[in-house]
C-alpha cells in the first residue's frame, strides 16, 4: 500500500510511529478522524469532511489548530503526490497527548494520512442482524466520527464474518434499525426510499446525506423514519452509503437474497454525475 503521512508541517512515506505509551490517545482514546475519497480525478465533499473532523474533534474536547480550508489544502497537496485519477483514502485525525481521564485540548497533534484504497465494486455483500447495538448519545458521543466507537462495530463485524456475513444490520438501543457497522443504511418498498432518520445513534453520514438531496431532486420519494428489522426483511432493495464504498447493494439479509434495484442504480449513477461535475 503506497502511503503519504503529513505530520508537523512535513510529508513522511508509509506509516511513520506518531503515538508513544505515555499519549494520551494511547490510553484513553482521544482521537477523531475522517475519510474522504479521491477516485478518477475527482474528491466529492472534500470539503465537507475536512469540516466535519475539526467538528469531531471540538465535540471529543479536543483543540484543533487548523481550519477546514487549511486541512483541505493539505490533503489535495497529498493528492498530488499520486498518479492522476488514483483511488485513494484520505484521513485527516486530530489527538491528544496528554490530559487525565479529558483530554488536554492545548496537547491536540494533526495529521493527515493519504494512501491507495481501490473503490471495491457494486457486487453486492451480505448482512446478519447483530445482537450488539449502537450506543445512545447519552452513553458515547456518537456526534463524533471518534475512533473509540469502532470497536464495538468491530465485534459486531467480526461475528457477522465468523457467521459467513460481509457485515451486520445494528439497532439502536430501543431496538430500531440504526445502520450497517461501516455504512449508513438505505432501503425501499413500493418504490419509497425509506432510511433511519439521524437520532444521535448514529453518524449521519456525509455520503447518506449526499444520496438523499441526489435522489430528491430526482424526483424520488424519501422518507427518514424509524425502521425495524422486520421492515427490512420486506424490503425490495436494500444498499449502503459510506465515504469508503460510496454506493453499495445489499445482496443478503440473513437468508434472504436480494437483487441490486433500480433505486440503487439510479442513486449510484446521479452520485457519480454529482463527483464528475465537481472532478478536482
Known amino acids: 500500500m503506497a502511503s503519504w503521512t503529513y505530520v508537523d508541517g512535513n510529508w513522511q512515506a508509509g506509516n511513520p510511529p506518531l503515538i508513544g505509551p505515555m499519549s494520551h490517545a494511547m490510553w484513553q482514546g482521544s482521537v477523531v478522524f475522517d475519510g474522504a475519497r479521491a477516485f478518477g480525478g475527482m474528491a466529492p465533499d472534500l470539503d465537507l469532511h475536512c469540516e466535519r473532523v475539526v467538528q469531531s474533534a471540538k465535540l471529543l474536547g479536543l483543540g484543533p489548530m487548523l481550519s477546514p480550508g487549511e486541512i483541505e489544502d493539505i490533503a489535495r497537496d497529498g493528492i ?43 457486487s453486492g455483500f451480505s448482512a446478519n442482524l447483530s445482537r450488539y447495538r449502537c450506543p445512545g448519545p447519552e452513553c458515547a458521543p456518537t456526534a463524533a466520527k471518534a475512533a473509540c466507537l469502532h470497536p464495538n462495530y468491530g465485534r459486531a463485524e467480526a461475528e457477522a464474518r465468523r457467521l459467513g456475513f460481509d457485515n451486520a444490520v445494528m439497532l439502536d438501543p430501543l431496538g430500531h434499525v440504526s445502520e450497517f457497522t461501516t455504512a449508513n443504511l438505505f432501503m425501499v418498498k413500493d418504490g419509497v426510499v425509506q432510511t433511519p432518520v439521524p437520532n444521535g445513534c448514529f453518524l449521519n453520514g456525509i455520503t447518506r446525506q449526499r444520496v438523499i438531496k441526489l435522489l430528491r431532486h430526482a424526483g424520488a420519494e424519501l422518507v427518514e423514519c424509524s425502521l425495524d428489522i422486520a421492515d427490512l426483511r420486506a424490503a425490495d432493495e436494500i444498499f449502503a452509503t459510506s465515504s469508503l464504498a460510496k454506493l453499495q447493494p445489499l445482496s443478503r439479509l440473513e437468508e434472504r437474497w436480494l437483487e441490486p434495484g433500480p433505486v440503487f442504480r439510479r442513486a449510484r449513477e446521479l452520485y457519480w454525475e454529482f463527483a464528475e461535475a465537481g472532478r478536482v
Do not use: K, Q
Request: aromatic share 12%; no cysteine; glycine share 10%.
Open 80 to 122: 498530488g503526490r499520486f498518479a492522476a485519477g488514483a483511488e485513494l483514502y484520505i484521513r485527516p485525525m486530530f489527538w491528544a497527548e496528554a490530559g487525565s481521564v479529558a483530554a488536554d485540548p492545548g496537547s491536540t497533534r494533526f495529521a493527515l494520512a493519504v494512501h491507495d484504497a481501490p473503490l471495491p465494486p457494486p
